[in-house]
Structures are given as C-alpha cells and as structure tokens.
Nanobody, 122 residues
Framework: QVQLVESGGGLVQAGSSLRLSCAAS????????MGWFPQAPGKEREFVAA????????YYADSVKGRFTISRDNAKNTVYLQVNSLKPEDTAVYYC???????????????WGQGTQVTVSS
C-alpha cells in the first residue's frame, strides 16, 4: 500500500510562487513514476506534470511549460511541484499520483493523495 500526502498549498497573489510537496510511504518509492494533477472547481482533474522514477525525464502539459517544474528526492520519498507566476486560473486542489509499477508516460496511476489547495487571488 502506498500513501501520498501533499502539502505546500495556500492562498497567494497572482504572480507568486509555491513549492508543493508530496511525501510517499513505501520502500520502493524510487521505482515509482509520479505525476501532479490539479482539479479546479467544477472541472475534471487534469494532468500537468510527470517524472520518471529516476528523475532524469519529465514532461508537462503545454499550459504549464515554463512555469511549473516537477522534481523528486528519492532519498526523502518526496516529489515536488514548483509553481511560478501563478494565475487565478491555477486555483485548484493539486493532487499527486503514483504509478507503483513505474510505467512512466502511460498515465496509469494507481495511488492518489488527498490534495493540497492552491488559491490564487488577482
């Protein structure tokens, strides 16, 4: 069983930055592919970023390229999402997800956290 706990969200002004964290349980975190998925009010959860188990490959949704950066520290069992130049439309609950079988790039996530709220005021 894998447990994911997100943190780092908050209420910020447009143009600000945040670093979201997702701490994972499990001895094999270093083999997981990880992703981040915000869900805005009244909308479906959407993909924004993913990272390979090794951390040496990442990919992003076009809408966030250049503003969001995903990274991981396997020694700390943690994945991060640095979000810069925040816009009011970035307001959402941000969920991290794990593919415990390491199937990077396939979007087959089998564990999800409970999310952290990011609210961006104009």
């Amino acid at each position: 069983q894998v447990q994911l706990v997100e943190s780092g969200g908050g209420l910020v002004q447009a143009g600000s930055s945040l670093r979201l964290s997702c701490a994972a349980s499990g001895r094999t975190f270093s083999s997981y592919a990880m992703g981040w998925f915000p869900q805005a009010p009244g909308k479906e959860r959407e993909f924004v970023a993913a990272i390979r188990w090794s951390g040496d490959d990442t990919y992003y949704a076009d809408s966030v390229k250049g503003r969001f950066t995903i990274s991981r520290d396997n020694a700390k069992n943690t994945v991060y999402l640095q979000v810069n130049s925040l816009k009011p439309e970035d307001t959402a609950v941000y969920y991290c997800a794990a593919d415990s079988q390491g199937r990077y790039g396939l979007g087959l996530y089998d564990y999800w956290g409970q999310g952290t709220q990011v609210t961006v005021s104009s």
